[in-house]
């Protein structure tokens, strides 16, 4: 069974530098195919890509936030860490992490966690 | 970048009706196209993925159609389970997703 789960600060000041850890299990990030994907969504708003890892450490991002995006993974600890640089309100969102199968599809799924960007 | 266009934005059924989202993508795709079902405070949830294939254990009054830019969602018989919001997720060339259909009670 596959589960994702987000870790990171519920709050960051603009112009701060925003670390989240989505911990997994049910795969291995070792294994040819597979991959995480995070995505965010701004309150009432729709889901947004923001980018992709995969087994081969071979990394895409969104091309309107690529600058300020960092994504890695620990295959050790089973974790995949997104960074995004110089927080925005405008940042504000539910950010989620998904499982990437070998289709590329995002079948499962974290909870989601809330970030709010305010001084 | 692949766009997705979705539309209409918002759809006003009753129980009973038969519901259709179409999803437009701004160059061909194949049929690598997935429908997502999310509800207030919940990730989202696959239903349907590779255009038309339904994902393990959703209804079978969900059904996907389509290839290359057109692609729709239906709805056979909408149920008071089925009042959510819905996307649709390119995944020919990263990740795009549509902007959202609302689908509220009437």
């Known amino acids: 069974q596959i589960t994702l789960k987000e870790s990171g600060p519920t709050l960051v000041k603009p112009t701060q530098t925003l670390t989240l850890t989505c911990t997994f299990s049910?795969?291995?990030?070792?294994?040819?195919?597979?991959?995480v994907g995070w995505i965010r969504q701004p309150p009432g708003k729709a889901l947004e890509w923001l980018a992709l890892i995969y087994w081969d450490d071979d990394k895409r991002y969104s091309p309107s936030l690529k600058s300020r995006l960092t994504i890695t993974k620990d295959t050790s600890k089973n974790q995949v860490v997104l960074t995004m640089a110089n927080m925005d309100p405008v940042d504000t969102a539910t950010y989620y992490c998904?499982?990437?199968?070998?289709?590329?599809?995002?079948?499962?799924w974290g909870q989601g966690t809330l970030v709010t960007v305010s001084s | 970048d692949i766009q997705m266009t979705q539309s209409p934005s918002t759809l006003s059924a009753s129980v009973g009706d038969r519901v259709t989202i179409t999803c437009r993508a701004s160059q061909s795709i194949s049929s690598w196209l997935a429908w997502y079902q999310q509800k207030p405070g919940k990730a989202p949830k696959l239903l349907i993925y590779k255009a038309s294939s339904l994902e393990s254990g959703v209804p079978s009054r969900f059904s996907g159609s389509g290839s290359g830019t057109e692609f729709t969602l239906t709805i056979s018989s909408l149920q008071p389970d089925d009042f959510a919001t819905y996307y649709c997720?390119?995944?020919?060339?990263?990740?795009?997703f549509g902007q959202g259909t609302k689908v509220e009670i009437k």
């Open positions: 049910g795969f291995s990030l070792s294994t040819s195919g597979e991959g």
């Open positions: 998904a499982h990437r199968d070998s289709s590329n599809r995002g079948d499962y």
């Open positions: 997720q390119q995944y020919n060339s990263r990740w795009t």
